[in-house]
């Protein structure tokens, strides 16, 4: 890739920041991408979801998908 450092703050407010503005480049991505193209990625997402052993894991992917879901579609 690149010699980038991408740091990450250990304060959970910071981090939190940080998620949400990945939730949202995600987002803006598929939105850049074309219906088709990004219904085929969320379905991917959501079959991987399926493929993960750690149950409170994939509750939070699965919720992490539906809120990139509900802003996709606004």
Known sequence: MS??????SQETENLADEVACL????????K???QA???KVII?????VQTLG????AEV?????KQIKTAYRQ
């Open 3 to 8: 010699d980038e450092d991408f740091a990450t």
């Open 23 to 30: 939730k949202m480049m995600v987002t803006l991505i598929l």
């Open 32 to 34: 850049g991408m074309g």
């Open 37 to 39: 193209d990004a219904g």
């Open 44 to 48: 991917n997402m959501e079959r991987y």
């Open 54 to 57: 750690d149950k409170p894991q």
């Open 61 to 65: 992917f699965s919720n992490t998908i």
